[in-house]
């Protein structure tokens, strides 16, 4: 049954953030990229992800963070493993060393030195769906899942899911291994749990 309602669920949420538009989907993000520059300081290691579909881009973001000498990585996700590793973001000209995924939503993996979860100091997760709790509903995968939960009994990264606002809900189905995120960036502000 749980799998059934989180499949209802994604179907709504992606709904949702679909009808916001092309417009409504830049302008908010650029809303939440400013926002989430209180989170860059120097030196500091941050993951990000590589948008996919109608996903929050984290352009804005990115640039600044560059710009102010953080130090950015991607998920790499090793083929029929579930945890990521994180490998540096690409400077311009990068080539990626493979895509993973069909069609139109693929994720770029990069070569480089690969890092687990816990090397890094902030996370930003993409969400398909977020609860009012920390709780959040990814695409499915299972990935972020295996990640986070790896970090349970290590010193760990701060989390910071992001997204939209009408992807904020009051509760989530939650199962045994799902791990709360610290905070939430949408374009209705940041919430702390």
């Excluded at 994180?86 to 069909?102: H, L, M, S, W």
């Excluded at 290590?154 to 189905?173: E, I, N, S, Y």
Aim: charged share 30%; proline share 5%; aromatic share 8%.
């Amino acid at each position: 049954m749980r799998n059934e309602e989180k499949h209802a669920l994604r179907r709504e949420l992606r709904r949702a953030r679909a009808q916001m538009g092309h417009q409504g989907r830049l302008a908010a993000g650029q809303t939440i990229n400013r926002l989430l520059k209180r989170y860059i300081k120097k030196g500091r290691k941050i993951g990000v992800y590589w948008p996919m579909g109608n996903e929050l881009r984290l352009d804005g973001f990115v640039h600044a963070a560059q710009k102010r000498g953080a130090k950015l990585y991607l998920p790499y996700i090793e083929p029929r493993l579930r945890r990521m590793w994180f490998t540096p973001y690409p400077a311009d000209e990068t080539k990626q060393e493979r895509k993973r995924g069909r069609a139109k939503l693929h994720v770029p993996q990069f070569a480089g030195r690969k890092r687990r979860v816990h090397d890094l100091n902030l996370l930003l997760v993409p969400v398909v769906g977020m609860d009012r709790l920390g709780y959040r509903l990814g695409q499915a995968g299972g990935y972020y899942d295996a990640t986070l939960a790896a970090m349970k009994y290590r010193l760990q990264a701060k989390t910071v899911g992001v997204g939209f606002a009408c992807q904020l809900v009051d509760r989530l189905p939650v199962e045994e291994h799902d791990r709360p995120l610290g905070g939430f960036v949408s374009e209705a502000g940041v919430l702390c749990f």
